[in-house]
Each structure stands twice: as structure tokens, then as C-alpha cells.
């Protein structure tokens, strides 16, 4: 098929950048994504393989995708991710292809992934006191992230960016040194706000936890001076980004709830169970697993339709303010 340009949605918004979740399992427990106890993850077959993964990316391009992300739950957990990663990147069209990840493998896999063809990480560190990460984030110590970071920069997946959710009561207080950072170090460190996914404990603690990112960065100014807007950033990016006045690097502000930025959204998402979802914070999808699994030889023809039907779907919005989120799904099992 050939390339063509990036599909537009019935809202006239560009739509060119498709996150891959593939495993729904994690090696981390955080407050406001997975409870201790009682998930049920999905069985090995009902994930897509990386030929069926490949074919989605195919099929993508054809219709004017070019940027792609992976993520999980935590993908570094598939054992065939470089197999992922190298059947991907070999796709004429994609251009870049990155990787969210809680960078706790990382000091091994870094290497070998930048190798296969990933471009750069997103990491979620929400915290740089280990008594904040091993409460909030449940399951890692600050000395295994920060070791992966670094592995991931020494091997070239750059620019490192850092992306940190603020709960109330855990690590509001810890946002001022995360923002340091960019004084002396070229990262990208961004500040997200919680958003209630999926019910449950967990969407509970998310609305009594929330904080506002307008409050994040008074907290930020109010210690290392004024931040300054920056210029030149893609209208769709989801961060409004700005720096410090002699800093290297960006902070950035995520705030889905307090300025949501949907009206530039160019995102479509691919569930580890070969669903597309059409916006993170609605429960409305398409299955594509059933076309990828078909008898027919070639399937990208339909994979194609039913991507351009999705982006057609894809909604205006979401619904937070009227107390609407989606249900059906945690934030783990989406990929963010």
C-alpha cells in the first residue's frame, strides 16, 4: 500500500500517532494506577504477537501514521520486545519510534533496544526520595530507576524524558527538585495530573488526590524563579512546556483535567488485546485482533479500514468535568 498523508478525524484534528500497549502487566503497584491485590491480567494468547503488532504499524503508514510509542502496562516486561522493537523500526514510513517505560530493566535492555531501532524512553519516576518512590510507586527502589535512566541516556535514547504524576499527600512536596533537574541536565521533566481510569480504589484515590497542575507550578516558581513559555512546540503536543532561566532542559505540564488539551489531540491507541481505543478517557473501542486473526493472506487492507474507521469515531473530548471517565479499562491496561 502506498503511504499516504495523516488521516483527519471528524474534527478536523490530524491524526498521525498511535500508542501500542503490549502487556497489560506491570512490575510496579502504583496508588493511582494498580491496586496490591485482585487484577486479573490477560492470558499470553489474548495478546498480539509481534507479527500481528508489525501488521497494525503497516497498516498505520499506509494511511498517514508516523510516529509510534509503546508502552504497557510495562512493556520491558514482553520477553519478544526486542523482536517488537526490530520488526517496527524496519517499516519504511514510521519515523519515530519510542518507549514508555518505568526504566527498572532498562540497565540491561537499553543497549540492545536502541540496537533494534527505538528512538528514545519516557520515564516514569514520580519522585526522587526513595522513601516517596517506594510508597507511591510500590514495588521498584529509586536506586533501579535512576540506574536505568542512566543506561538508557549512555545508549543514546534521547532526549530522556521524565514524566511524574502529582498525588496529594504522597509527592507534591518532591515536584521542586524533579524540576531542578532541567537546570543541569537537558531532559524533558513533566508533570502529569491524575485522572480517574477504570473504577475502583484506585479512580477513587485519583479524584481525592488530584492535584492541579496551576498549583504544581506555583510550587515550582515559587522555589527556582519565573518559568519561561516555550516557543516552537508542536501544536499537539500534551505539555506546555517551558524552562528556567539558565536551565538545559524542559519542564513540561500534563493537565488533562485542568487545561485539557483535546482540541489538538492527534493520538489513537492499540490496547495488548488488539483493540483500538479511541480516546483515553471514554470506553468506546474497535476490535482489530479478529481481522488480524483471520483466514485471509493479507489483512492490512482491513486493519487499514478499521484504523481510519476508529479515527472517524474518535471523539471530541472527554467528559471529566461532568464526572464521565471510562470504566471498562485501568490506566495499565490502555498504556496512557
Not at 64 to 80: A, Q
Not at 182 to 204: K, N, Q, S, Y
Request: net charge neutral; charged share 25%.
Amino acid at each position: 500500500m502506498e503511504a499516504n498523508q495523516m488521516p483527519l478525524d471528524s474534527f478536523n484534528r490530524e491524526i498521525d500517532y498511535l500508542r501500542i500497549s503490549v502487556i497489560d502487566r506491570c512490575n510496579l503497584r502504583c496508588v493511582y494506577c494498580m491496586p496490591l491485590n485482585g487484577i486479573r491480567f490477560l492470558p499470553k494468547a489474548e495478546l498480539l504477537t509481534p507479527a500481528e503488532i508489525e501488521a497494525v504499524v503497516r497498516a498505520a503508514v499506509s494511511v498517514g501514521f508516523r510516529k509510534f510509542r509503546l508502552t504497557g502496562g510495562e512493556p520491558t516486561l514482553r520477553l519478544d520486545l526486542l523482536e517488537i522493537v526490530e520488526r517496527i523500526a524496519r517499516v519504511p514510513g514510521v519515523g519515530e519510534l519510542a518507549l514508555t517505560t518505568n526504566a527498572i530493566l532498562m540497565r540491561e535492555l537499553a543497549g540492545s533496544l536502541k540496537a533494534a531501532g527505538l528512538s528514545r524512553v519516557n520515564v516514569h519516576l514520580d519522585s526522587l526520595n526513595p522513601v516517596t518512590v517506594d510508597r507511591q510507586m510500590r514495588g521498584a527502589t529509586f536506586a533501579q530507576i535512576w540506574q536505568g535512566i542512566e543506561a538508557c541516556e549512555a545508549a543514546g535514547l534521547t532526549p530522556i524524558k521524565i514524566n511524574a504524576v502529582v498525588t496529594a499527600g504522597y509527592n507534591e512536596a518532591d515536584v521542586v527538585e524533579l524540576a531542578r533537574l532541567t537546570l543541569a541536565r537537558d531532559w524533558h521533566v513533566r508533570f502529569i495530573e491524575l485522572m480517574p481510569l477504570g473504577g475502583g480504589e484506585c479512580a477513587t484515590l485519583s479524584v481525592k488526590r488530584y492535584v492541579s497542575n496551576i498549583e504544581t507550578r506555583r510550587r515550582i516558581e515559587a522555589a527556582l524563579g519565573p518559568l519561561i513559555a516555550l516557543e516552537g512546540a508542536s501544536s499537539s503536543d500534551e505539555a506546555r512546556n517551558f524552562s528556567l532561566a539558565g536551565g538545559r532542559g524542559v519542564i513540561g505540564f500534563i493537565s488533562p483535567v485542568s487545561e485539557p488539551y483535546c482540541g489538538s489531540c492527534n493520538r489513537m491507541r492499540l490496547t495488548a488485546d488488539g483493540k483500538f481505543h479511541l480516546c483515553l478517557l471514554n470506553d468506546d473501542e474497535l476490535d482489530v485482533r479478529r481481522a488480524l486473526r483471520s483466514a485471509r493472506e493479507d489483512g492490512l487492507d482491513e486493519v487499514a479500514r478499521i484504523l481510519l474507521r476508529a479515527v472517524e469515531l474518535k471523539p471530541t473530548g472527554h467528559h471529566l468535568l461532568n464526572g464521565r471517565s471510562t470504566r471498562e479499562r485501568s490506566m495499565y491496561q490502555i498504556g496512557g
